[in-house]
């Protein structure tokens, strides 16, 4: 009878890893993550997803139209800063024209763009009444384009400017609720995006430019301003949402 004996193994001694120990970084060529690794190979970390990375945003419809001078506004310097002289009375304007490309320019980041486009959008809040309830179904692009290029400056100027809507008129905090699934997710993303100082200060909170506290002000206030189901649509987007209103 043949009988069939395996053979062990020959015994390979692991190669000592290349590390210099004065630099703590491998002397060894570098691979990315999830390949075959062979010997004397540093395999690095897999890459960032690059969620908090800035997004280029396209020309906005805004500068066109401010550039061929359609917008009727002017600068209006002063001792108190400068400020938009409108040159017809605003309540006049037709705010299914005007309110969607003012909101279109919250991505713009160079002067006189940014000026005209975010006072401009405070001035037509300010005066609008009972005219910007119509028009919400159209700022809500606008206003995600400006969130999803997760530009800090903008960033911050849009919450400012969506809690100044939410409380520019009656039952516009009810009409944005069926929009957040659109508005919602970059609040998510960057809601605990905060500096950890310890015990040092953030001048950041003083000048309102602190992302994560913004973030916050602005659920509270669509809370508030949202209705009954205002609570349980932020609670489906945002998971780690309290409520202000319940406990």
């Given at each position: 009878?043949?009988?069939?004996?395996?053979?062990?193994?020959?015994?390979?001694?692991?190669?000592?890893?290349?590390?210099?120990?004065?630099?703590?970084?491998?002397?060894?060529?570098?691979?990315?993550?999830?390949?075959?690794?062979p010997?004397?190979?540093?395999?690095?970390?897999?890459?960032?997803?690059?969620?908090?990375?800035?997004?280029?945003?396209?020309?906005?419809?805004?500068?066109?139209?401010?550039?061929?001078?359609?917008?009727?506004?002017?600068?209006?310097?002063?001792?108190?800063?400068?400020?938009?002289?409108?040159?017809?009375?605003?309540?006049?304007l037709?705010?299914?024209?005007?309110?969607?490309?003012?909101?279109?320019?919250?991505?713009?980041?160079?002067?006189?763009?940014e000026?005209?486009?975010?006072?401009?959008?405070?001035?037509?809040?300010?005066?609008?009444?009972?005219?910007i309830?119509?028009?919400?179904?159209q700022?809500?692009?606008?206003?995600?384009?400006?969130?999803?290029?997760?530009n800090?400056?903008?960033?911050?100027?849009?919450?400012?400017?969506?809690?100044?809507?939410?409380?520019?008129?009656?039952?516009?905090?009810?009409?944005?609720?069926?929009?957040?699934?659109?508005?919602?997710?970059?609040?998510?993303?960057?809601?605990?995006?905060?500096?950890?100082?310890?015990?040092?200060?953030?001048?950041?909170?003083r000048?309102?430019?602190?992302?994560g506290?913004?973030?916050?002000?602005?659920?509270?206030?669509?809370?508030?301003?949202?209705?009954d189901?205002?609570?349980?649509?932020?609670k489906?987007?945002?998971?780690?949402?309290?409520?202000?209103?319940?406990?």
């Amino acid at each position: 009878m043949v009988t069939c004996a395996h053979k062990p193994l020959p015994y390979r001694k692991p190669k000592d890893v290349c590390v210099n120990p004065l630099s703590l970084k491998t002397d060894c060529p570098r691979v990315h993550a999830f390949t075959v690794r062979p010997d004397h190979l540093d395999i690095g970390g897999p890459p960032s997803a690059g969620a908090y990375r800035r997004r280029d945003s396209d020309p906005t419809n805004f500068r066109k139209f401010y550039e061929r001078g359609d917008f009727p506004i002017l600068v209006q310097h002063s001792t108190m800063g400068n400020k938009i002289a409108w040159k017809v009375e605003i309540e006049k304007l037709d705010y299914h024209h005007y309110l969607p490309l003012f909101f279109d320019g919250l991505c713009e980041l160079d002067f006189p763009y940014e000026f005209f486009a975010r006072q401009g959008i405070h001035d037509l809040l300010e005066h609008g009444g009972s005219k910007i309830l119509p028009v919400i179904p159209q700022l809500i692009i606008p206003i995600k384009n400006a969130l999803s290029t997760r530009n800090h400056q903008v960033m911050c100027i849009t919450m400012k400017v969506l809690q100044h809507l939410v409380v520019s008129g009656d039952m516009i905090g009810e009409a944005l609720v069926p929009y957040y699934r659109q508005i919602l997710p970059i609040f998510n993303v960057f809601r605990c995006k905060n500096v950890n100082l310890g015990d040092g200060i953030e001048y950041s909170q003083r000048k309102r430019e602190n992302i994560g506290d913004l973030i916050s002000e602005t659920l509270e206030m669509f809370e508030r301003c949202g209705g009954d189901d205002a609570f349980i649509n932020i609670k489906y987007m945002i998971p780690t949402y309290e409520s202000c209103l319940l406990n």
